[in-house]
């Protein structure tokens, strides 16, 4: 089993920042991509971030030059940066890993539970 768990949500100001942190644990061979993703209410679920086991990162365009990720690859953590909130960025963060676990052949995804930032006007 492979479970992922994030942290950091909360209640922010327009124009703060908040940090989000997920940490994937279980019986987990390698991590392909890690990312972060965001569903307000009435809305699809949406990209915010992306990173590879290299480092290499894809961001949502609302999020570009405000959100920073960065994983640390021995502790199976990916974090989330964000800076100047607006109240558009209100919704629940989701974390993303795709995960090579123990008896398995291939990658697959999986999803942490979800964490609620509101950002106040």
């Known amino acids: 089993q492979v479970q992922l768990v994030e942290s950091g949500g909360g209640l922010v100001q327009a124009g703060g920042s908040l940090r989000l942190s997920c940490a994937a644990s279980?019986?987990?061979?390698?991590?392909?991509?890690m990312g972060w993703y965001r569903q307000a209410p009435g809305k699809q679920r949406e990209l915010v971030a992306a990173i590879t086991s290299g480092g290499s990162t894809n961001y949502g365009t609302s999020m570009k030059g405000r959100f920073t990720s960065s994983r640390d690859n021995a502790k199976n953590t990916v974090y989330l940066q964000m800076n100047s909130l607006k109240p558009e960025d209100t919704a629940v963060y989701y974390c993303?890993?795709?995960?090579?676990?123990?008896?398995?052949?291939?990658?697959?995804?999986?999803w942490g539970q979800g964490t609620q930032v509101t950002v106040a006007s």
């Open positions: 279980g019986s987990i061979l390698s991590i392909n991509s």
């Open positions: 993303n890993a795709a995960v090579l676990a123990f008896g398995r052949t291939s990658y697959l995804s999986y």
